[in-house]
């Protein structure tokens, strides 16, 4: 549902919580019934759904009272949880006090500075709402972000709902979103002191960045009309705050270029560009130079390639005016130098290495060579790309912004075709996540293996589960005997309708956490679509299904048989320790 963005680095201790699961370190930290709570109130929202409204209360009832005694960090989940069951089940007025008593938990918590993984009490828990919007549970969903005052959760709903062909609820949902910016710092506890009109214009542009990985562009640019309009209130007198509007404005135009709104694009850039040629450049002349350098790029890329050389021209002179000094550093040349990268960008290396020779001395030059060398590979020279990055005295690292150029652009095979011709160090542990990320978990292991890695196996185990390969992901944790990622070979099997295999595999866990909450993956996905069958296999399937519905038995209730064990193996938890 999602467009994938690729990320510097994927870490599955941060992965698992999102999927429902705890990491060996986490369990271990928390008392008994800490981890009851949490399995519990899964448990009871799983009844929920299938529409067991007696189990489902009889476990949500376990499920609090299991949370009324646990540690007040991780109480926010469990308690929303809990408000899902109660909502599905047709008691929305106990549903919404619970998703209310969450919320403040959640803050109360935040004040304390308690964490419960990588991420903060009211973080986790718009995590949930947002989990619990791509199960389709939008109305509960809905509830926790709004409650919240979080506008990124709520856009992130919305876009889901536009997915569900709900258009109008979406609409809706965004304007309260946008209402919401206004208060945004006070919801998620940030520091008074920043401005507040350039953090709501973060926000809207982040929410916009949202629709658009989503695939909605129409909405997205409505909510940048309105990042436009909160940069505009930004106070400019400030030099600092004058410097901020201007880089919001360019993100904005940044954002409607990608968006391929380019006549808009090209309107907000010469609304801004003369805002910042009449700003005084003291006392941040490298932002300035940054600024135009920016604007340059932007121009070139929706078309306007004569603004674009003029504007870096604007720029080239303006970094040659910086006089070096103890209050800017060496700002004279790092803004020569990206004013160089800058022509590199637009595809003119020529003037690009002339202004590098300007750059006195000439080992400041460096970081610009190197930047312009993975420019060459932007453009699709990387002869060019590789020749430069051999002169430059620090090859290995020009060598590496190529490589990186590459995983960026989600290309590891040519990011390790250059690590390998070039001889490049220290890139191995990268590519192998670039392979993961781009969903090739044996091209990863390959590299794991041939590198010596340490630590990469339970990622390379989730990458092959991921990957609807979860037959592999078994292999892999039985052969490195990392057991506890069991639950997510269970999930894979369970995603891919093998469900045999999947509750084989279960039962197999020893440990009761682990095997709780691989039963609980093994009913979710009863209960959800299964991944879509191609050609013959879909007609077997389909034959499959329609023989269950005459004389089998339904998933409904494989999955009720499913979390009767799943419970019995929560419920074991204080006896196992």
């Known amino acids: 549902m999602k467009a994938n963005v690729f990320c510097a680095k994927l870490f599955l201790l941060a992965a698992l919580p999102v999927l429902g699961m705890l990491t060996p370190k986490q369990a271990a930290a928390l008392p008994t019934l800490n981890l009851q709570a949490r399995l519990l109130s899964d448990i009871a929202f799983q009844y929920a759904k299938l529409g067991n409204s007696q189990q489902a209360t009889t476990v949500s009832e376990q499920a609090l009272e299991a949370a009324a005694a646990m540690e007040p960090c991780f109480k926010a989940n469990a308690l929303a949880k809990v408000a899902g069951s109660y909502w599905l089940i047709g008691q929305e ?38 989990e619990l919007s791509d199960e389709g549970q939008f109305e509960l969903a809905i509830a926790l972000a709004s409650g919240m005052g979080d506008p990124l959760a709520l856009s992130k709903i919305a876009a889901d709902l536009l997915d569900a062909g709900q258009s109008q609820r979406a609409d809706e949902l965004l304007k309260e979103a946008i209402a919401q910016t206004q208060t945004i710092k006070e919801a998620l506890g940030q520091p008074q002191t920043t401005d507040d009109a350039y953090f709501q214009t973060r926000t809207l542009s982040n929410m916009s960045m949202n629709l658009t990985l989503a695939g909605h562009s129409e909405p997205a640019k409505v909510v940048l009309e309105q990042a436009i309009r909160s940069a505009e209130t930004m106070e400019t007198d400030n030099p600092e705050r004058a410097s901020l509007q201007g880089s919001a404005l360019l993100w904005t135009a940044r954002q409607f270029a990608e968006l391929g709104a380019n006549d808009r694009a090209i309107a907000l850039l010469d609304q801004t560009v003369p805002k910042i040629r009449n700003r005084s450049a003291d006392p941040f002349p490298l932002d300035k130079v940054n600024q135009f350098v920016e604007a340059a790029i932007l121009y070139q890329q929706v078309g306007l390639n004569d603004k674009a050389v003029a504007t870096l021209a604007e720029a080239h002179e303006l970094g040659k005016a910086i006089a070096p000094n103890a209050s800017y550093g060496r700002a004279d040349a790092d803004a020569l130098g990206q004013v160089a990268v800058g022509y590199a960008k637009i595809g003119d290396f020529e003037r690009a290495m002339q202004i590098v020779e300007e750059i006195q001395p000439t080992s400041e030059g460096q970081r610009a060579l190197e930047n312009i060398a993975s420019a060459y590979a932007a453009a699709g020279n990387l002869e060019a790309a590789v020749e430069l990055a051999q002169s430059n005295p620090n090859r290995n690292g020009a060598m590496i912004g190529i490589v990186r150029h590459y995983l960026q652009e989600k290309q590891p095979d040519q990011a390790w075709q250059v690590v390998q011709a070039q001889q490049v160090k220290g890139m191995l542990s990268e590519v192998a996540i670039g392979y993961l990320d781009v969903g090739q978990p044996a091209q990863a292991l390959q590299l794991v293996q041939t590198g010596k890695l340490e630590g990469f196996m339970p990622d390379i185990v989730q990458g092959y589960a991921k990957s609807g390969q979860p037959e592999q992901a078994m292999q892999l944790a039985q052969s490195e005997e990392i057991p506890w990622m069991l639950p997510s070979v269970v999930e894979g099997f369970a995603q891919q309708g093998q469900f045999d295999a999947a509750l084989q595999t279960a039962q197999s866990i020893a440990d009761p956490v682990d095997r709780a909450q691989a039963l609980i993956a093994i009913a979710r996905a009863y209960a959800e679509p299964r991944v879509e069958a191609q050609g013959a296999q879909r007609v077997v399937m389909q034959l499959q299904d329609w023989v269950v519905e005459l004389f089998g038995t339904s998933d409904r209730e494989r999955a009720a048989e499913v979390l009767v064990q799943a419970l019995q193996a929560t419920q074991s938890i204080s006896s196992a320790e």
């Open 93 to 130: 007025a106990e549903g919404q006090r619970k998703v209310t008593e969450a919320i403040e938990t959640a803050r109360a918590q935040e004040v304390t500075g308690c964490s419960s993984s990588a991420t903060s009490p009211t973080e986790s828990l718009m995590n949930r709402a947002v």
